[in-house]
């Protein structure tokens, strides 16, 4: 497979834009960020923060770091075919303008630690410190399994990975946000469906510890990243027919394609005592993460989506890109009654005065 112009392939990357204030210049703005009072302060704010991305890698001093398609044809050029990630965009595209985003995370915003000079350094879309940053518009992912050599030791599964991660990350990109300044800091006072005031009070509380279900906004939209994430990456897998059954992998196979159930994460639990310390550890942030979002999402689209489930999960991810909230109301509202959306998700103090306003 030829990967020309690989770099664009995730749609017209950091797209110009008439400054409302100035008239001219170009923004780096996302497809679906937006900026509210001293634009052109912002605007310069988050141009630095995304012209310079060592301040991401940086976490990571063990690990070398390269974009996305650089990864592809270095892998390529050694004899490992991308074609499942490259069909697994090929599904997501048309997917995702559905829900209404046409214009996909640029691949060479994808920053991807392929090797490290960490021992037992292991890799994978639950390694540390790593995941889409809006700030700085840069997805930071590391590759699949051990990273002691520059090529993965299961290149399907670590190619899954990276859809999953890319997929993924992509619906963080394009999501709705509004940005404004605040003591000379740019803050995020939207996110998706999703409010913070400006004093950065949230809209929704945390969920409790022992919660088997979310009632938190941010678990909401992450959990139904993932859903569309896993779905795509579990199309991808059955269009190239991988199936992975060897441990540890198998437990990342079934997480990366959505097909983890309860006894999975009772063996992954079991498997995590004697695994070496770095695969130990994804281990555990993967059933940590299966856990606390993803079966959180799942019985939260059950209890209130009910037959309807999939549809629920349609008009979340439709809001989220979005930022309008309106459709999802009134789908809420025509199921379990008027105020629906507050009911479930507001916050008491939320509204509550800001005691740090003056005059």
């Not at 030829?2 to 210049?25: C, M, R, T, W």
């Not at 976490?59 to 069909?87: C, K, M, N, Y």
């Not at 939207?190 to 279900?213: E, L, W």
């Amino acid at each position: 497979m030829v990967l020309p112009g690989l770099a664009s392939a995730g749609g017209a990357g950091i797209a110009p834009a008439p400054d409302p204030e100035e008239g001219d210049g170009l923004t780096t703005l996302a497809p679906n960020e937006h900026i509210v009072g001293d634009y052109r302060s912002v605007h310069d704010a988050l141009s630095a923060l995304r012209t310079d991305t060592t301040t991401l890698t940086s976490q990571h001093p063990d690990h070398t770091f390269l974009p996305l398609p650089d990864v592809l044809r270095e892998w390529q050029s050694a004899g490992i075919d991308p074609a499942i990630l490259i069909d697994g965009i090929g599904l997501l595209r048309p997917r995702y303008a559905e829900l209404g985003l046409h214009q996909l995370l640029p691949l060479d915003r994808v920053l991807v630690g392929v090797q490290s000079t960490r021992p037992g350094a292991f890799g994978g879309f639950h390694h540390r410190d790593q995941g889409y940053r809006h700030l700085q518009m840069i997805a930071v992912i590391t590759r699949y399994g051990e990273m002691d050599t520059a090529l993965p030791a299961t290149p399907d599964l670590a190619l899954l990975d990276l859809l999953r991660a890319y997929a993924h990350d992509c619906l963080h990109y394009g999501s709705y946000r509004r940005y404004q300044l605040r003591d000379g800091q740019v803050i995020r006072t939207q996110y998706g469906i999703n409010h913070r005031r400006s004093c950065g009070r949230t809209y929704s509380v945390p969920d409790r510890s022992d919660s088997t279900i979310t009632r938190n906004l941010g678990v909401v939209m992450e959990g139904a990243c993932d859903r569309e994430a896993r779905r795509i990456t579990s199309k991808a897998a059955a269009l190239h027919g991988v199936e992975i059954t060897d441990r540890p992998h198998r437990f990342a196979f079934r997480d990366v394609t959505g097909h983890l159930d309860r006894s999975h994460l009772a063996e992954i639990e079991a498997a995590a005592v004697t695994a070496p310390d770095e695969t130990q550890a994804f281990l555990t942030s993967l059933g940590r993460y299966e856990t606390t979002v993803n079966r959180r999402y799942a019985h939260f689209l059950a209890e209130v989506g009910e037959a309807e489930a999939d549809e629920l999960h349609d008009t979340i991810l439709t809001a989220v890109i979005s930022g309008n909230t309106a459709g999802l109301g009134t789908w809420l509202d025509s199921r379990h009654g008027p105020g629906a959306f507050a009911g479930l998700f507001l916050s008491r103090s939320y509204l509550d005065p800001d005691m740090s306003v003056t005059g």
